[in-house]
């Protein structure tokens, strides 16, 4: 089945920097587009950033510059690199794998900024 294992966040400054991870399994990730989300607290999941199977990347304005997705499909994993953190980066960070038949989220990773 599919799993999906997010990792990495932690408790950082302003001015920190984090590197998140998402280890995928159950379908095949080299040619799956992948997305990065955010959900802040009490707020509802945003979209980030994307890779695409081609290695093409998105990001949503508010955090071009400061993010950078990335992915190693020897090891089936995507990353989203964060720099620059700020208190309105805190939140739960989720991957997310497209087309797939069923809308599949991991558990999530959990970053706390604070000022």
């Known amino acids: 089945q599919v799993q999906l294992v997010e990792s990495g966040g932690g408790k950082v400054q302003t001015g920190g920097s984090l590197m998140l991870s998402c280890a995928a399994s159950?379908?095949?990730?080299?040619?799956?587009?992948m997305d990065w989300y955010h959900q802040p607290p009490g707020k509802s999941r945003e979209l980030v950033a994307t890779i695409t199977n081609t290695f093409y990347t998105v990001y949503t304005p508010s955090v071009k510059g400061r993010f950078t997705i990335s992915r190693n499909n020897a090891k089936n994993t995507v990353y989203l690199q964060i720099s620059n953190l700020n208190p309105r980066d805190t939140g739960a960070y989720f991957c997310h794998p497209r087309g797939l038949l069923e809308d599949y989220w991991g558990q999530g990773t959990q970053v706390a900024v604070s000022s």
């Open positions: 159950g379908f095949p990730f080299s040619i799956a587009d």
